[in-house]
């Protein structure tokens, strides 16, 4: 049976590489007719990827689950350094994308390639990231960690309350985010007016 960690995180990739995709999907579809709600639920989502993966999810993969398999399988130690780096950047990197959608929506269109732009390299690194992560470092990390090693990463994930899985206890703060989301966006992306 697979720890319950493993579980997790695959599916809080899964939510991650859905918002994502949900952000390229609202960025193609363009602010239409409701610019407000279009730039609201746009920063909602980055500020969802900067508050969640960011801060809960990418600092137990860091702290507890990474050192064990590079300590253990030396051939991936390169990889995982690489993967620590791309979460130390990450913060920094979401926080541009937001003020790179500030400036579109208060200067203008102007600065709506530089946003396209950046937002497309950012879902790129991150799909890259996500694959490396589930193709190198998961596989290895189920051969050679212990299960007392597993007992203290499945705790420490078990924590996550993301609301994109639905599968784990939720969050109010979050709940209320992934709510405000999904009830403005509009459809397919949500349940939101289609402007």
Known sequence: MEPTSLTIIREEHAALVA?????????????????????????????????????????????????????RVPEVAALIARLDGEHARGESAVRELQHLLLAWHWIGDSRRAAFEAAAGRYQDFYLEHIRMEESVILPAALKVLSAEDWLEVDAAFATNADPLTGRYPRDPVYDRLFTHIVTRAPAPIGVGADT
């Open 19 to 71: 918002l994502l995709r949900s952000v390229g999907l609202m960025v193609a579809r363009g602010p239409g007719v409701d610019r407000q709600n279009f730039f609201d639920v746009l920063g909602a989502m980055l500020f969802y990827i900067d508050e969640f993966p960011e801060r809960l999810h990418h600092p137990k993969e860091t702290e507890l689950l990474f050192p064990r398999v590079a300590r």
